[in-house]
Nanobody, 124 residues
Framework: QVQLVESGGGSVEAGGSLRLSCVAS??????WIWFRQTPGKEREAVAHILNTGDINILDSVKGRFTISRDNAKKILYLQMNNLKSDDTGMYYC????????????????????WGQGTQVTVSS
């Protein structure tokens, strides 16, 4: 059973930056995804790294968010720059197979493993 633990959330002013981390209990060989759930909206995938190494970023955050991973340390990162108030929400990492898990803007209903989330609050 893979365990995922997120950290790095916090409160920042608009225009600020945060780097989220997701530490896995073991090496992840499946697609690894960052999701967020913002107030009044459904959970959406904002970035993923597929098992092929391909990286995709949701258009609405492209140019501001970057996803990366450190395989040796079993960590997935989400670097978030130029944060906006609309980015406020709970951020989760997850892992699993298939587009019903990793598709951008999808809810990740088919993902197998989830972290507990880390809160990001951006004040304007």
């Amino acid at each position: 059973q893979v365990q995922l633990v997120e950290s790095g959330g916090g409160s920042v002013e608009a225009g600020g930056s945060l780097r989220l981390s997701c530490v896995a209990s073991e090496r992840i060989y499946m697609p690894w995804i960052w999701f967020r759930q913002t107030p009044g909206k459904e959970r959406e995938a904002v970035a993923h790294i597929l098992n092929t190494g391909d990286i995709n970023i949701l258009d609405s955050v492209k140019g501001r968010f970057t996803i990366s991973r450190d395989n040796a340390k079993k960590i997935l990162y989400l670097q978030m720059n130029n944060l906006k108030s609309d980015d406020t929400g709970m951020y989760y990492c997850a892992a699993g197979w298939g587009p019903d898990c990793y598709a951008l803007s999808g809810s990740g209903r088919a993902c197998t493993y989830w972290g507990q989330g880390t809160q990001v609050t951006v004040s304007s």
